[in-house]
């Protein structure tokens, strides 16, 4: 029987991003101190679920990689409760970095920190409207913090406004977490229309998702040490959860590179009949000037979206969002290999919507399909992700990215922030069937223009190309894009729970 969620045990970036807190820093640290550390996390105030009016002006986030969980006392036995991308980490293994693309310029061994040289324990995510951030620091960071934690590196940030370092509005496409769990999904994979509500399982733990299933998380025996600070496991009578209301960060820095992107533009304009604005936004997806999707809006084309969420945000979506690519088979409206539909391609289970039982029994069959590249990427249901990044560096637009640079620049990009439940199933399918792999969709090739790395691939020595159908001629079709996003740092993280945080400062008490 599922219980309704208690927003006073979630930490507050799930449910609301803190967008309108302006300024953010991203503190990673090192326990030096396990006591003091605790003590500390004990008497912390983390910033919860519960909505507030008016809203508060500032915010504090934590969350901890598998080896700060361990420095804080977790057991063995309890730590084989999470998930093995968790446990092995996103720079754990060659094959991995692999699978997300990070190799070359962006392998682990390049990066700035995440790799085995400066993994962090733990990050603190301190948010704040504008002129707040160094006096709430200076707040929260009260002894024993000093004793505690040691700082390794601090991740600031910028803000551009709606818009990523490219110049496009970010954050148009997220999911709408069902947060009152009337959602009931068929576990048998048979979804008929994309829609925009997704299950609470998939970005917190302890909950159903998308499978009707609850995500194997770490559970503990009713009568272990300090067991009573936990709720009680649905799925799992007599266990204690420690993973409820918690949920998995994958955190990576991504540096792009602006003024290369728009130079580039500028050079496939001159050799096309497109103009600069139309080829960057064929890269991308969307519009530059207002972020609309470049494939057509149709109102009756989904279902389920905006039915639960704000009324702000019900409109946001709808205006964005209540569109597939249903009607663009050919990639005209739409390339096929855009970074947004590469990122999202909207297909439900059985893509097409068979209209009657021999037409939806033919295609649970594999036949009837009018256009058999959809059957590659469905469906997209179980692999959605919410995004919770920042800018960071100083802006710079698209006239002057075209203009000399006349000092070192200081690096600009994205602390790419994304939740979910399933690592594997979430981030890192996305990252390498979607992004990375150069047959998405039917191509041959590409990967994606904005985060591939042009590295070449077993039975593919170029992944540098792009293509641009068109409805009256011969397709367009760049070749040589430069990588545009190189990976300067990056690390999977858990963020607790409250209970979860207050069980963890208890952790050691009689050791």
């Not at 949920?247 to 003024?259: A, G, I, K, N």
């Not at 290369?260 to 497109?274: C, D, H, L, M, P």
């Not at 021999?358 to 590249?373: E, M, N, V």
Request: charged letters at 25%.
């Amino acid at each position: 029987m599922t219980t309704a969620v208690d927003f006073s045990d979630v930490q507050g970036l799930v449910r609301f991003g803190f967008g309108k807190m302006t300024e953010a820093s991203y503190i990673l640290l090192k326990i030096r101190n396990p006591n003091a550390a605790r003590g500390w996390l004990g008497q912390a105030q983390f910033t919860t679920a519960v909505e507030m009016n008016p809203p508060p002006v500032t915010a504090m986030q934590i969350a901890f990689t598998p080896q700060g969980l361990r420095a804080l006392g977790v057991p063995s036995r309890t730590m084989s409760g999470f998930s093995d991308e968790f446990l092995q980490g996103m720079a754990g293994s060659s094959n991995r970095s692999q699978r997300l693309g990070d190799i070359g310029a962006s392998s682990p061994q390049q990066w700035n920190w995440g790799g085995s040289a400066k993994l962090p324990d733990a990050v603190l995510m301190l948010f704040a409207g504008p002129n707040l951030l160094d006096t709430w620091e200076q707040a929260v960071k009260v002894a024993p913090w000093q004793e505690g934690f040691e700082e390794i590196g601090r991740l600031d940030t910028e803000d551009h406004g709606e818009r990523e370092p490219f110049g496009f509005i970010d954050g148009l496409s997220q999911p709408i977490i069902d947060w009152t769990q009337s959602r009931n999904p068929s576990p048998n994979g048979d979804q008929l229309d994309y829609g925009n509500v997704v299950c609470l399982g998939e970005f917190l733990l302890g909950y159903k998702n998308e499978y009707g299933r609850y995500t194997d998380r770490p559970l503990l025996d009713a009568h272990e040490p300090f067991g009573t600070e936990l709720i009680d496991a649905e799925d799992h009578p007599g266990k204690k959860d420690l993973g409820k209301n918690g949920t998995y960060v994958v955190f990576r820095q991504l540096e792009q590179d602006v003024r290369g992107f728009w130079r580039f533009v500028e050079e496939s304009a001159k050799a096309t009949e497109i103009s600069s604005v139309e080829v960057a936004e064929a890269l991308v997806g969307r519009r530059l000037e207002n972020g609309k999707p470049l494939a057509t809006l149709r109102s009756n084309q989904i279902s389920g979206v905006g039915e639960i969420g704000s009324d702000s945000q019900r409109s946001r979506d709808k205006l964005m969002n209540q569109f597939t690519y249903g009607a663009d088979p050919d990639g005209t409206q739409c390339p096929l290999g855009a970074h947004v539909r590469r990122g999202n391609p909207r297909t439900p289970d059985l893509p097409g919507n068979p209209g009657n039982i021999l037409s939806h029994a033919l295609r649970l069959l594999g036949f009837g399909s009018k256009h058999p590249r959809e059957d590659l990427v469905a469906s997209v249901r179980f692999h959605r992700l919410l995004r919770r990044g920042r800018e960071y560096g100083p802006a710079l637009s698209p006239e002057a990215a075209l203009q000399p640079a006349v000092f070192s620049e200081p690096g600009r990009g994205l602390h790419f922030l994304a939740i979910g439940s399933n690592i594997e199933r979430q981030f890192e399918f996305v990252q390498n069937a979607w992004f990375v792999k150069t047959k998405f969709n039917g191509l041959t090739g590409e990967s994606d223009p904005l985060l591939g790395n042009r590295e070449p691939v077993k039975g593919c020595p170029f992944t540098d190309s792009f293509t641009i159908p068109h409805h009256d001629r011969v397709r367009s079709r760049l070749d040589g894009l430069p990588r545009f996003v190189t990976v300067r740092g990056g690390a999977y993280f858990f963020l607790p729970g409250i209970r979860a945080i207050k069980f963890l400062s208890k952790l050691g008490v009689h050791s």
